[in-house]
C-alpha cells in the first residue's frame, strides 16, 4: 500500500512540475515586455542572437542618422542591457551552431536629436521582429528609445545562456502623455548618482517625467546662482548636502539622453521654513499676541519684496531648467500664523479680504502663476489651489493628492468640468507602505473612471508615483520604488482592458522584477520564489 500511495505522490508532483515549468515558460516567452505593449502578436519561431554578430544601426530612410546624441547613447547602452553577460565578459558560451548576423535596423521620421522631450513628443513605434533582422520605426527619437527599451526586453537566455529572440510584432504608443516619478529631495538628501540611477529605472518602466520636489521645510539643497545663502544656510550643510548648477545639469542631461522631462517644484507658500534661513523678511513672522514669537510661517504675500524675490528667483530657475512646466505647490498652507500678524490683518483689512485666509493665499497663487506664466511656462499645481477657488489660469495643470478613489474621481469629474487638465497621483503615494502585495492596489486604478463627457476624460493627461521622503534616503529609495512604481508604469502606459487581471500581470511583473535585478536595480520581491541571475551585491 506504502509502495502506491508513493507513486501517486510521485506522479503528482511530475504533473506538478511540468505545469509550473510550462507557466514558466511561457512568463518567460509570451509578452515579455513590461509595461504591455497597445499590440503585440508573437510566435515560437525563435532566433539564435550572437552579441559579436549583432548590430543596432540607422536604416536608410532614417532621419537622424550616426551622430544623433540620443540614439548614438542608446546604442551602446541597449547592447549592454540586451546581453548582459557579455558586457561583463564572463559566463558568454560560444557554441553556435552556425553563426548568425542580426541587425536591428531603426528609423526616425523627425531627425532632431539635441532637444528635450517635451509634453508634445511622440512616443510611438513599430517594432517588427523577424530571422536576422528587426526593424523599428519611430516618429521621432524618443519614440526610438521606447522601441529599444522593448527589444531588450524580448531578449532572453536559455538554459545554457544562449541569447534568443522569437519572431515578434509590435504597435505601440502611450496611453497618457504624462508618466511621472516624484522624488524629494528635501526630507533626506539624496546623491546624485541615485537620481540618475532612478532615471535609468524609470526609462526600464516608460517613465518619461521626473517630478523633482527639489526642497520643503526641512532643507533647500538646490544651489541657487543668484541667491546662494538659500542653501548654504538653508541645506543641511552647505557643501555635502547640496546640488550644485552642474549636479543639475547631469539629472538633466541623464534624462533626456533617456527621454524622461524634469519638471522642478518649488512649493510655495507653505512648505518654505528652510528658504527663510537664507532669505530675510520672506516667510511671515508669527505673533504671540503684540510681539513676534520668533518662529515663522509660510511665505508672506503682503510684501513687494515677496513678488520681486519669487519673480527674480523663478526668472532663474526656468533658465536652469528646460522644461515648460513648473510645478509651484500651493497645497497645505496653515494659516494660524497668518491670523497672527498685525500687518497681515491690516493687509487682509485694506483688500476687503474680511477673516477669509484663503482669499489671501488665492491672493499669493494668483501672482506667482502670473509671474510663471509671464515666463512662458505651464504651471502644475496641487489641488488646494482649485478647491480654494482660486482664480488660475485655464492651462495650468492640476495635480490630485487626497483621497480614496471616491473622492479623487468626484474632484478629476469637477476639474475637468471646469476645463483644467488634470494629473493623478492620489492612489499612487507609494511612499505608505504595508505587509504584502500592495502593488495590486496601484495597478488596479483607472484614472479615466469618474463621471464625465468624453472631451472631459481626455484631460486627464496621466499621473505620478510619488515618493516622500520623511523614512527614505540612499538607503532604501531603489527596493522601495521597484518594482511597485512598475504596476502604475503599466496603468499609465497600457491598454486599461488588456491589462485588467492583476493576476495575469502577476508571473509578467515578477519576470520583470528580475530584469531589473540583472540590471542592478535592487527591486524588492514581489512574493516567494528566486530569480535565475539573483542581485549580487555591489
Request: aromatic letters at 14%; hydrophobic letters at 35%; proline letters at 6%.
Amino acid at each position: 500500500g506504502l509502495r502506491i500511495a508513493f507513486t501517486m505522490v510521485q506522479t503528482k508532483l511530475t504533473h506538478l512540475v511540468l505545469l509550473l515549468f510550462i507557466l514558466h515558460s511561457e512568463a518567460e516567452q509570451a509578452y515579455a515586455v513590461w509595461p504591455m505593449p497597445q499590440q503585440i502578436s508573437q510566435s515560437a519561431d525563435r532566433y539564435p542572437l550572437n552579441p559579436q554578430l549583432f548590430a543596432f544601426s540607422y536604416a536608410k530612410d532614417s532621419g537622424a542618422q550616426s551622430g544623433c546624441s540620443v540614439l548614438d547613447a542608446a546604442f551602446k547602452r541597449y547592447f549592454s542591457l540586451t546581453f548582459p553577460d557579455f558586457a561583463d565578459g564572463s559566463g558568454f558560451s560560444s557554441l553556435w551552431a552556425e553563426p548568425k548576423p542580426f541587425v536591428v535596423s531603426v528609423s526616425v521620421k523627425s531627425g532632431e536629436c539635441d532637444g528635450y522631450p517635451a509634453e508634445d513628443s511622440d512616443e510611438s513605434y513599430n517594432l517588427s521582429v523577424s530571422a536576422g533582422q528587426a526593424v523599428l520605426k519611430a516618429e521621432s527619437v524618443w519614440g526610438a528609445l521606447r522601441g529599444l527599451e522593448s527589444f531588450s526586453q524580448l531578449v532572453y537566455q536559455d538554459d545554457y545562456d544562449l541569447y534568443f529572440v522569437n519572431k515578434t510584432e509590435i504597435q505601440d504608443f502611450p496611453r497618457f502623455k504624462f508618466r511621472g516619478l516624484l522624488l524629494d529631495t528635501s526630507r533626506h538628501y539624496l546623491p546624485v548618482h541615485l537620481i540618475l540611477k532612478t532615471l535609468d529605472a524609470m526609462a526600464y518602466s516608460k517613465f518619461n517625467v521626473f517630478h523633482w520636489h527639489i526642497v520643503d521645510d526641512p532643507s533647500f539643497p538646490y544651489q541657487s546662482l543668484n541667491y546662494p545663502d538659500l542653501s548654504s544656510k538653508g541645506a543641511y550643510h552647505p557643501m555635502t548636502h547640496i546640488y550644485t548648477q552642474s549636479d543639475v545639469k547631469r539629472v538633466i542631461s541623464h534624462a533626456r539622453l533617456r527621454g524622461i522631462r524634469v519638471v522642478p517644484e518649488f512649493d510655495s507658500p507653505g512648505h518654505t521654513q528652510s528658504w527663510g534661513k537664507g532669505q530675510p523678511d520672506l516667510l511671515t513672522p508669527c505673533y504671540k499676541g503684540e510681539v513676534p514669537s520668533g518662529t515663522f510661517g509660510p511665505v508672506n504675500p503682503t510684501l513687494s519684496s515677496t513678488y520681486q524675490f519669487i519673480s527674480s528667483f523663478f526668472k532663474e530657475v526656468t533658465s536652469v531648467f528646460p522644461d515648460s512646466y513648473l510645478h509651484l505647490g500651493g497645497d497645505e498652507v496653515n494659516f494660524s500664523c497668518w491670523k497672527s500678524n498685525p500687518h497681515v490683518r491690516a493687509f487682509m483689512a485694506k483688500m476687503g479680504f474680511g477673516s477669509d485666509y484663503t482669499k489671501l493665499e488665492s491672493y499669493y497663487m494668483e501672482n506667482i502663476v502670473n509671474i510663471t506664466a509671464a515666463l512662458n511656462k505651464t504651471c502644475i499645481v496641487w489641488q488646494d489651489v482649485f478647491d480654494y477657488h482660486e482664480r488660475i489660469p485655464k492651462d495650468t495643470i492640476l495635480e490630485i493628492w487626497k483621497g480614496l478613489p471616491a473622492a479623487y474621481n468626484a474632484e478629476m469629474a469637477r476639474m475637468t468640468l471646469a476645463g483644467y487638465r488634470v494629473l493623478l497621483s492620489a492612489p499612487w503615494y507609494i511612499n505608505h507602505i504595508s505587509y504584502g502585495q500592495d502593488w495590486r492596489n496601484s495597478y488596479t486604478v483607472q484614472p479615466q473612471n469618474f463621471s464625465g463627457t468624453e472631451q472631459q476624460k481626455k484631460l486627464v493627461i496621466g499621473g505620478e508615483v510619488c515618493m516622500w521622503g520623511e523614512y527614505v534616503d540612499a538607503t532604501n529609495l531603489t527596493p522601495r520604488l521597484w518594482p511597485r512604481a512598475s504596476a502604475a508604469a503599466e496603468r499609465l502606459w497600457s491598454d486599461e482592458e488588456k491589462t485588467s487581471s492583476v493576476d495575469k500581470a502577476f508571473p509578467r511583473l515578477e519576470a520583470f522584477r528580475c530584469t531589473l535585478i540583472r540590471r542592478g536595480i535592487q527591486a524588492e520581491p514581489l512574493f516567494v520564489g528566486h530569480c535565475k541571475h539573483e542581485y549580487n551585491g555591489i
